[in-house]
């Protein structure tokens, strides 16, 4: 009975395809419930401070006789392109009401009590990196054997190099 080469070739490319998923999947999953807090804590805290700068601008020139607010330091208006007044109301908001904003924008994240937190992804993402090479390479080999034996199959455009070229890297002393 002769060898299905593509066969084997195919099913290696489907574990290849999955694997790479995954990889995507956990590159671009959303972070653990803390970190996320912690974000958008820092980002509200940021908003805040644009707006307490110019609240800061704004009391200063009040606290003095004859003071004034000039337009271009009031809170509720920036300057937008083309000279044109726009409101942005964020940096204010964020400044009076920062519990208010925090759990508006937390209202909309889809949290995963079981993400995987940011410093433990490089290390995951590297293993599965290393097995799909593993798996390219199995692929590399299947094709070679079906070569030997008179079948033609394509290679994938995307395949790694590495995987078909297999150079013998140095390893690398650690800093």
């Not at 290696?12 to 803390?34: F, G, M, N, V, W």
């Not at 889809?110 to 940011?118: E, N, Q, R």
Request: hydrophobic share 45%.
């Amino acid at each position: 009975m002769a060898k299905n080469y593509q066969k084997a070739v195919n099913e290696y490319r489907k574990k290849i395809q999955d694997a790479r998923s995954e990889r995507e999947a956990l590159a671009t999953a959303p972070l653990p419930t803390e970190e996320v807090t912690a974000r958008v804590d820092a980002w509200i805290h940021q908003k805040a401070e644009q707006a307490q700068r110019r609240f800061k601008i704004i009391g200063n020139a009040l606290a003095r006789p004859g003071g004034r607010v000039e337009a271009g330091v009031d809170p509720f208006r920036v300057f937008a392109l083309g000279g044109a007044n726009a409101i942005d109301l964020g940096p204010i908001m964020c400044a009076m009401f920062p519990d208010q904003v925090r759990a508006m924008v937390m209202a909309g994240v889809d949290l995963d009590p079981d993400a995987l937190p940011i410093n433990e992804r490089p290390a995951h993402l590297a293993a599965i990196d290393q097995q799909i090479l593993e798996l390219e390479m199995a692929e590399e080999d299947a094709i070679r054997e079906a070569e030997a034996a008179g079948v033609y199959i394509e290679r994938r455009p995307d395949a790694s190099p590495d995987a078909i070229l297999r150079p013998a890297w140095p390893e690398t002393a650690e800093a």
